[in-house]
T-cell receptor
Framework: DVKVTQSSRYLVKRTGEKVFLECVQD?????MFWYRQDPGLGLRLIYF???????EKGDIPEGYSVSREKKERFSLILESASTNQTSMYLC???????????????????FGEGSRLTVL | GNSVTQMEGPVTLSEEAFLTINCTYT??????LFWYVQYPGEGLQLLLK?????DKGSNKGFEATYRKETTSFHLEKGSVQVSDSAVYFC???????????FGRGTSLIVHP
């Protein structure tokens, strides 16, 4: 069974702490994503990665960084946590889109169960 | 860029009622269209998808038809159950990008 695993379901941190959220997928997917989910705002893309050591900013990258040293692992880092980063964080992965044969895959995302972070 | 508009919730229904959740989108090229569902306390999972015009995606009694002329992908179910209570997200992916655009989600609450 395919799986995206997020290391922590619930975390409570203090303002100014450095926070690591880890995500591992076992599907050999090229693409990995970090979203945050807030009531009334839906899902917002923080960062994504289309290959090892590659990363691209999403819609709301400020205050976050990411690391992808291995294909299966994508980490989200909050260098100095703030209360406005209290949220649900969702990791996802997908196959690469092959542009020459764009029907190769439909781009379905596979999500982890989420990490609910509270910053006090 | 792509955008998607979903009807706002919550949608509250009695068991066995008919469900429609509207979704319209803008996208370049020929997007693939997805509905994801999020059950309480869980991440999102794919509910159904359609990859070209007039395709109908279906799963678990839910259906949605890819309407290119109206750029819509409305989700329907003929008879909802309490277990369908969840948040539903419409998500087109198009323009050569592998990144879908998510709607804000529609919460569905089904009462016995």
């Amino acid at each position: 069974d395919v799986k995206v695993t997020q290391s922590s379901r619930y975390l409570v941190k203090r303002t100014g702490e450095k926070v690591f959220l880890e995500c591992v997928q076992d599907m050999d997917h090229e693409n990995m994503f970090w979203y945050r989910q807030d009531p009334g705002l839906g899902l917002r893309l923080i960062y994504f990665s289309y290959d090892v050591k590659m990363k691209e900013k999403g819609d709301i990258p400020e205050g976050y960084s990411v690391s992808r040293e291995k294909k299966e692992r994508f980490s989200l880092i909050l260098e100095s946590a703030s209360t406005n980063q209290t949220s649900m964080y969702l990791c996802a992965s997908s196959l690469a889109l092959i542009f020459k044969t764009r029907q190769t895959n439909t781009g379905e995302l596979f999500f982890g169960e989420g990490s609910r972070l509270t910053v006090l | 860029g792509n955008s998607v508009t979903q009807m706002e919730g919550p949608v509250t229904l009695s068991e066995e009622a008919f469900l429609t959740i509207n979704c319209t989108y803008t996208a370049t090229g020929y997007p693939s269209l997805f509905w994801y569902v999020q059950y309480p306390g869980e991440g999102l999972q794919l509910l159904l998808k359609a990859t070209k015009a007039d395709d109908k995606g279906s799963n678990k009694g839910f259906e949605a038809t890819y309407r290119k002329e109206t750029t819509s992908f409305h989700l329907e179910k003929g008879s909802v159950q309490v277990s369908d209570s969840a948040v539903y997200f419409c998500a087109p992916r198009g323009g050569g990008s592998y990144i879908p655009t998510f709607g804000r989600g529609t919460s569905l609450i089904v009462h016995p």
